[in-house]
């Protein structure tokens, strides 16, 4: 059974790299700025970073939602409600005083829908932070 099990993870395990990565975002979204392994994008309005580190083999998209001095503490329970039911696969986080929209995953075993749709997440994060709190047009359990 095991060896079944590592040779079918081996067999469709994905191959993402930094080059694929980046060239797949690319095709959404507008590269603004690059600077080694940090890649800042244009989608829509919205500014999404791209950090990515092949040795560690993770990835995050990120993109900044509001400053944390500005929201309200029912602001941060309804992130918190979100995260668990309306943000799917991009989470609403607090880091150096901003509340972003991320996406965190491993890098090789990402496909190219997978990133298409995590770019989606992390933007729709963004823009419907103070409506809705979701990242797609799926709830999934709570309220």
Not at 30 to 37: A, G, L, P, T
Not at 108 to 125: I, K, M, Y
């Amino acid at each position: 059974m095991t060896a079944f099990y590592i040779t079918s993870n081996l067999m469709f395990s994905q191959k993402m790299d930094f080059k694929t990565l980046k060239l797949t975002i690319a095709q959404k979204a507008v590269i603004v700025k690059e600077d080694d392994n940090v890649i800042e994008y244009q989608l829509d309005k919205v500014r999404i970073y791209l950090i990515a580190d092949e040795n560690a083999n993770r990835m995050r998209l990120m993109a900044g939602v509001i400053e944390e001095s500005k929201m309200s503490k029912e602001d941060l329970v309804k992130v918190l409600e979100a995260n668990y039911d309306k943000a799917l696969d991009a989470k609403y986080a607090l880091s150096n005083e901003v509340l972003w929209s991320v996406f965190t995953h491993p890098l090789r075993e990402l496909s190219p829908e997978q990133v298409v749709d995590a770019l989606n997440q992390v933007r729709n994060l963004v823009n419907n932070y103070g409506t809705t709190y979701t990242s797609t047009d799926l709830v999934f359990g709570g309220n």
